[in-house]
């Protein structure tokens, strides 16, 4: 029993003195995620942050060396292993500190939290595409593709607004993290659509998280010029 409690102990100091590399981005709404989860369980000394410009039409050869999918963010282990998507990397951080789970174990909040991450993730995805659709030459655009886009945001926010008595209810988990990632880009990229003033419950939560020093020290910064998909300047 001591010896199999020692060596856990050991095990675990290894794992504490580990740095890991994140490729990141400061303006990535689903870096913000990964970087979210850090700050929230004291394990961002932990990482070393490598600035990885991604373009959807020019890959990044370097960063593609650990994903091929030239994305970000990827979560590099000490022993090599390249971990991709924001929900994975956080779903291993949450196994390397000793606070409160963001991915909770009760029933009652599990399926809740896991539902709300995916929630916000497809919430992220609609708006970058959205995003990608409205700088493409006006000649070009689809306004069907982006009257679909509004209407899909219009009625996540309307879902999002049904259940926020039970957002302010559950203990903060991942769920948390990235519907409040997808409302901060929603304010970032599409101010001028503003949809949270017609959802006064999901504004009073989100305007409470927005305080939290996590996300206070992760608002996006453009450090770079900006470019489009193509990588071309704009």
């Not at 400061?26 to 070393?48: A, D, N």
């Not at 909040?109 to 595409?129: D, N, Q």
Request: proline share 8%; net charge positive; glycine share 4%.
């Amino acid at each position: 029993g001591d010896h199999g409690a020692a060596e856990r102990r050991a095990r675990r100091q290894r794992r504490l003195a580990v740095q890991m590399i994140l490729h990141y981005s400061p303006r990535s709404p689903f870096v913000r995620k990964v970087m979210i989860f850090l700050h929230e369980t004291g394990l961002e000394p932990r990482v070393q942050k490598h600035r990885s410009v991604t373009w959807m039409l020019k890959p990044n050869l370097e960063l593609m060396q650990f994903n091929p999918w030239s994305k970000i963010p990827t979560l590099v282990l000490d022993d090599g292993l390249p971990l991709m998507d924001s929900d994975v990397i956080m779903e291993y951080l949450d196994t390397l500190h000793d606070g409160p789970k963001l991915h909770p174990q009760a029933p009652e909040w599990r399926w809740k939290a896991l539902r709300w991450r995916a929630f916000g993730s497809e919430m992220l995805t609609a708006l970058i595409l959205w995003r990608n659709e409205r700088e493409r030459q006006p000649e070009r655009q689809l306004p069907e593709l982006i009257a679909a886009f509004a209407l899909k945001m219009q009625r996540g926010m309307q879902m999002l607004e049904q259940e926020a008595e039970q957002l302010q209810a559950a203990p903060l988990n991942v769920g948390h993290i990235a519907i409040a990632c997808a409302i901060g880009y929603q304010h970032q990229r599409f101010a001028e659509h503003n949809w949270l003033p017609a959802c006064p419950r999901l504004k009073e939560w989100f305007d409470a998280f927005a305080r939290r020093p996590s996300f206070v020290a992760t608002e996006p910064f453009d450090d770079l010029p900006r470019f489009n998909a193509a990588g071309e300047r704009i």
